[in-house]
């Protein structure tokens, strides 16, 4: 079995201890992932990559405890708002923000990504379920304005050829996939046809 094939499985058992928590989590699996934070190490590669600065609006789609949105108005002086399923973690994420003090720049709601219009976003960013690529890959290539960077991690987007690629060393990936790397895709939206 491959690195990569043995990381999502690991990614999914740990979708599947999520899920038996409870019968309240088994009734909200979420479709799009299990919560697996980002190491912080790699948050700031996603930025990195993606360039993000003070004139950017960043949406995390899926966005946990709101480490990349935080982190990128708090270091970086960006604005966003970040979307997760999990009422629980939306709840941490704007105490976070709160305690932080960057509320004017950040919120975080507490929805489906599905239903959620990204077209305000000059960079988004991902960690999620590789299965549900090629319906994001449509959503995103449908709402984001041409030159939107969309910077993913682990599970890249299919038929879509990325202009940037970095594998990372991170010991804090062993936790959840097994593994000691990070990949990371930059895809910039190509203009409308
Ligand atoms: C792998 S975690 C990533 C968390 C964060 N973006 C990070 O990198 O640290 C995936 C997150 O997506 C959320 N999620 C899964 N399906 C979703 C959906 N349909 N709509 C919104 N959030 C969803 C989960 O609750 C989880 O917090």
Known sequence: MNRRRLSLLAFLACFAVTASASPQAQAQAPDAGPYVPTPQSIVDAMLAMGK???????IDLGSGDG??????????????????IDERLVKMANDEAAREGITQRVRFVNADL??????????????????????????LLAELKPGTRIVVHDYPMPDWKHEDYQALREPLKVQA????????YLYVVPPKK
């Open 177 to 184: 996939h097994g593994l000691d790397t990070a990949y990371l």
């Open 114 to 139: 599905w239903n959620f219009d990204t077209s305000g976003a000059t960079v988004v960013t991902v960690y999620l379920l590789p299965s549900i690529m090629p319906r994001l890959k449509e959503k």
């Open 52 to 58: 993000v600065g003070a004139n950017d609006y960043v």
């Open 67 to 84: 480490r990349i949105v935080r982190t990128a108005a708090r270091r970086l002086g960006a604005s966003g708002i970040g979307v997760d």
